[in-house]
């Protein structure tokens, strides 16, 4: 679109958006100096405007006369045409323009299994609760997706990051622990050090060869390395915890994952006082931009509002 009051000849027939949607003021406002006032223009610039959007069709829109203004034939016949099409111009910028400030639109976010499985559903439901004009999306995969390529607004991980093109707001440190069931426990040796792992059964989170170099933290900063094994090996954490819960070995999971089988006797934490692997962290991951939407913008907020609730 060209600015308001703009002069230079075009050929008949190309006349500039302005123009136009000038001329659909004065005709809604029945007047040059209304519709001036409404657009905080000179009189003399609209109908200026009108004018060359006359020249510019080869035809006469509006009869003047010193009280009144009123629309000739060809007048008629154009905005009949152009006001539906205007009315749809404006609403589509009003639709970009005015809620720039709050929460609108679609929200893609994704997250892993394991975490979209727990406490993301509670907070989504609550997300949308707040934000009556935003619809979510949720993709749950167990790869690393590229935010940009595929489209998506924000990321939850748990983990290394390693894009470093991306906004990341940490959101708490992950704790982890060491479960089994009580059946499993009940028919093998008692695990008291961290040692006594190397002979029992683990359930394996991304392993090689079946095979896991466990670091543990105990009391006082000790620490400890002991090669694990397992039959079972798997990339993701809700699978390890089902897996748990059947009796197949030792397994480690982030607390918000173990916590709720820990409290209704469907899993025991295994030496309470080490943590496996520690120094995980959760983040909020989006791509970086001049102007972030706003409703990225809530979701990030709410989610560092609730983090102190997530039982990690």
Wanted: hydrophobic share 45%.
């Amino acid at each position: 679109m060209t600015a308001r009051g703009s002069t230079g000849s075009r050929p008949a027939g190309q006349a500039p958006l302005d123009d136009i949607d000038t001329f659909a003021r004065v005709v809604e406002a029945q007047s040059f100096s209304r519709a001036a006032r409404a657009l905080q223009l000179p009189t003399s610039t609209v109908s200026r405007s009108v004018a060359r959007l006359e020249a510019s069709l080869g035809v006469q829109l509006l009869a003047r006369t010193t009280r009144a203004l009123a629309l000739t034939s060809d007048g008629a016949a154009f905005i009949a045409r152009a006001g539906p099409a205007l009315a749809s111009l404006r609403e589509a910028v009003r639709a970009v323009i005015e809620p720039a400030d709050r929460p609108h639109g679609v929200l893609r976010l994704t997250a892993p299994h394991d975490l979209g499985t727990e406490w993301i559903p509670e907070l989504v439901a609550l997300y949308v609760a707040r934000h009556p004009d935003v619809s979510v999306d949720v993709h749950l995969s167990g790869r690393t997706v590229d935010l940009v390529s595929e489209g998506f607004d924000v990321a939850i991980r748990a983990g290394r990051l390693r894009d470093s093109t991306l906004v990341a707001k940490k959101v708490r440190s992950l704790e982890a622990g060491l479960f089994a069931a009580p059946a499993y426990l009940a028919r093998t040796a008692p695990i008291r050090t961290p040692a006594d792992l190397a002979a029992h059964e683990m359930v394996l989170f991304k392993s090689k060869d079946h095979r896991l170099t466990l670091r543990l933290v105990g009391p006082r900063d000790a620490t400890a390395s002991v090669e694990v094994r397992g039959r079972i090996n798997t990339d993701d954490f809700a699978f390890v915890r089902g897996a748990l819960r059947s009796g197949c070995g030792v397994g480690i999971l982030p607390r918000f994952l173990g916590h709720g089988d820990q409290r209704d006797g469907r899993l025991v934490q295994v030496l309470p006082g080490w943590i496996p692997n520690p120094g995980g962290q959760l983040h909020l991951v989006y791509p970086a931009a001049q102007h972030v939407p706003a409703k990225v913008i809530a979701f990030r907020d709410l989610l560092l509002e609730r983090a102190s609730a997530i039982p990690l």
